[in-house]
Structures are given as structure tokens and as C-alpha cells.
């Protein structure tokens, strides 16, 4: 099944910039944490943001820190993605995630289907 709905993905140039929306049909917000991963063709997942379900704190990888900003706006169950300075090791499925908000121990049950990202040089 599809829980939640990426988009926004494309290819860009080096230091372009991209949104990707993820939304939750159907859907409202309680306390769930909502996060984005990402993989690169044979590369293991790799864990890019992360926002709790009150979007009062976030998380960032070190690899994305200062480039990326995550939003969430619960009343739409959408969550957002901004990224900025975009470079080519950025090239990866992006996936949106969620689960219970347990603040850094949550586990993230759900899960898109994945945007393709492709950043040339």
C-alpha cells in the first residue's frame, strides 16, 4: 500500500534548488514525526531531515545541514522539503516517512513510494 505521496523531484542543476511535498491523503496529523530519506543507486538509505509533530524542532544529516529546511503544515498533512545549493552526490530517491513521534527513538512505519532527484554538474 501507498501511505504517503512524494513529488516534486526532477533534475536540476548544481546549485539549483528543489521542494518536494509529501502528503498523507486521507489523513491528519496527530503526533506523528514525519522524516526524509534518501538513497543512491547502490548506496544504503541515508537519513536527510527529520520534524517532529509539533514542527518545533528538527533534525538534519551532517551531509545536508545548512542546504536543506523541512516544514510541516499538519492541517494540509503535508510535509516539505526545501533544498537549496543542490550537488550532484544530492542524486538519490528521496522517500518521505513517518511514525510516532517518540522524539530521536521513533520509528518511521510508513512510508512513500519515493521522488526521483538528479542533480547534474
Known amino acids: 500500500q501507498v501511505h504517503l505521496v512524494e513529488s516534486g523531484g526532477g533534475l536540476v542543476q548544481a546549485g539549483g534548488s528543489l521542494r518536494l511535498p509529501c502528503a498523507a491523503p486521507?489523513?491528519?496529523?496527530?503526533?506523528?514525526?514525519m522524516a526524509w530519506f534518501r538513497q543512491a543507486p547502490g548506496k544504503e538509505r541515508e537519513f536527510v531531515s527529520a520534524?517532529?509533530?509539533?514542527?518545533?524542532?528538527?533534525n538534519y544529516g551532517d551531509s545536508v545541514k545548512g542546504r536543506f529546511t523541512i516544514s510541516r503544515e499538519s492541517a494540509k498533512n503535508t510535509v516539505y522539503l526545501q533544498m537549496n545549493s543542490l550537488k550532484p552526490e544530492d542524486t538519490a530517491v528521496y522517500y518521505c516517512?513517518?511514525?510516532?513521534?517518540?522524539?530521536?527513538?521513533?520509528?518511521?512505519?510508513?512510508w512513500g513510494q519515493g521522488t526521483q532527484v538528479t542533480v547534474s554538474s
Open positions: 486521507g489523513r491528519t496529523f496527530r503526533r506523528y514525526a
Open positions: 516517512a513517518a511514525g510516532v513521534d517518540t522524539g530521536p527513538s521513533t520509528r518511521y512505519s510508513y
Open positions: 520534524i517532529t509533530w509539533s514542527g518545533g524542532r528538527t
